[in-house]
């Protein structure tokens, strides 16, 4: 036997860690309390829901990326391009600050967005006639040839996707989609202040360096 072996036989086999212990079964805490969201006082079917949204994002983003990527761009480059033009076929003046309501972006997002797409000669700013201080969003030629080159392509591929709903029913989910958002934000709002401890929990603040080991008098 060799010598490592013999020191490998002398400190024995390595120990394997003690198993964690098994929790005692239970039922997973409830994620909702709205009786709206509750069956028979179960959670499955929101979270059913929630996952199968995640499930529809991710397969959108894709398409959308597969869209973008025909003409060159990323996904939310497209998404401010194609804005900008059916807007302002709309409404005849897109600003940044429309935009970004309409895209549930932030201005500042938009902002860097719509200067990268004027680099690629996709997207003009004029003057604002009502508001000098205002920039107006227009595409440009080369943009709108390469919306108009994507369209075929994108209108076949939009028909597959939401092929599933009557009139009717995406009235309904284009209702309910706004509604979500609005909510949605308000939810982030409320998860953000549940965050932070009230003031009272908060741990004191630390003494300024000049007084902290002074003693009282």
Same mark, same amino acid.
């Given at each position: 036997?060799?010598?490592?072996?013999?020191?490998?036989?002398?400190?024995?086999?390595?120990?394997?860690?003690?198993?964690?212990?098994?929790?005692?079964?239970?039922?997973?805490?409830?994620?909702?309390?709205?009786?709206?969201?509750?069956?028979?006082?179960?959670?499955?079917?929101?979270?059913?829901?929630?996952?199968?949204?995640?499930?529809?994002?991710?397969?959108?983003?894709?398409?959308?990326?597969?869209?973008?990527?025909?003409?060159?761009?990323?996904?939310? +480059?497209?998404?401010? !391009?194609? @804005?900008?033009?059916?807007? #302002? *076929?709309?409404? &005849?003046? =897109?600003?940044?600050?429309?935009? $970004?309501?309409?895209?549930?972006?932030?201005?500042?997002?938009?902002?860097?967005?719509?200067?990268?797409? +004027?680099?690629?000669? !996709?997207? @003009?700013?004029?003057?604002? #006639? *009502?508001?000098? &201080?205002? =920039?107006?969003?227009?595409?440009? $030629?080369?943009?709108?040839?390469?919306?108009?080159?994507?369209?075929?392509?994108?209108?076949?591929?939009?028909?597959?996707?939401?092929?599933?709903?009557?009139?009717?029913?995406?009235?309904?989910?284009?209702?309910?989609?706004?509604?979500?958002?609005?909510?949605?934000?308000?939810?982030?709002?409320?998860?953000?202040?549940?965050?932070?401890?009230?003031?009272?929990?908060?741990?004191?603040?630390?003494?300024?360096?000049?007084?902290?080991?002074?003693?009282?008098?």
């Amino acid at each position: 036997m060799s010598d490592a072996r013999k020191t490998r036989a002398a400190n024995g086999a390595p120990k394997r860690a003690a198993p964690a212990e098994r929790a005692p079964l239970q039922a997973a805490p409830l994620t909702v309390s709205r009786p709206e969201l509750l069956a028979d006082g179960s959670d499955r079917e929101f979270r059913q829901l929630v996952h199968a949204l995640f499930g529809f994002l991710a397969r959108h983003e894709a398409v959308r990326a597969g869209h973008a990527a025909r003409i060159g761009l990323a996904g939310v +480059e497209y998404s401010v !391009l194609i @804005s900008i033009g059916h807007l #302002d *076929a709309e409404e &005849r003046s =897109v600003s940044v600050n429309r935009l $970004a309501t309409h895209l549930h972006l932030s201005g500042a997002f938009i902002t860097t967005l719509t200067n990268k797409l +004027e680099r690629l000669g !996709l997207v @003009s700013k004029e003057p604002d #006639d *009502a508001d000098r &201080r205002r =920039v107006k969003l227009r595409i440009t $030629a080369e943009g709108w040839r390469r919306l108009s080159a994507l369209a075929p392509v994108q209108r076949q591929v939009n028909d597959v996707q939401f092929g599933p709903l009557t009139a009717g029913e995406f009235r309904l989910l284009n209702d309910i989609m706004g509604r979500l958002i609005d909510s949605s934000e308000r939810a982030l709002k409320l998860q953000a202040f549940l965050a932070d401890p009230p003031a009272s929990e908060q741990a004191p603040a630390p003494l300024p360096a000049a007084t902290a080991g002074k003693r009282k008098g």
